[in-house]
């Protein structure tokens, strides 16, 4: 299985979306939207925001190794 490193964030406030890559060997657990400035943080019990409020989750979740993430 091929892992896609490229998730669209999308701010829960305003709707601002932005392509932002992936990073496979840590989470990220914060990100500030650039239309509003909202800090977005993950959901409760996701690991990353990407998984939260990405198009695609992260790495770890998309190759079956939830163990893996940083919450585990």
């Not at 239309?35 to 939260?52: E, I, M, Q, R, Y």
Request: overall charge positive; some cysteine; aromatic content about 6%.
């Amino acid at each position: 299985m091929s892992v896609i490193l490229q998730s669209t964030l999308t701010c829960p406030v305003c709707g601002v979306a932005k392509v932002e890559t992936m990073p496979t060997d840590a989470c990220r657990y914060f990100y500030e939207c650039a239309g509003c400035g909202t800090l977005l943080k993950p959901k409760a019990g996701d690991c990353c925001v990407f998984c939260s409020w990405g198009s695609t989750p992260c790495p770890p979740i998309q190759q079956g190794r939830a163990g893996d993430c940083c919450r585990a």
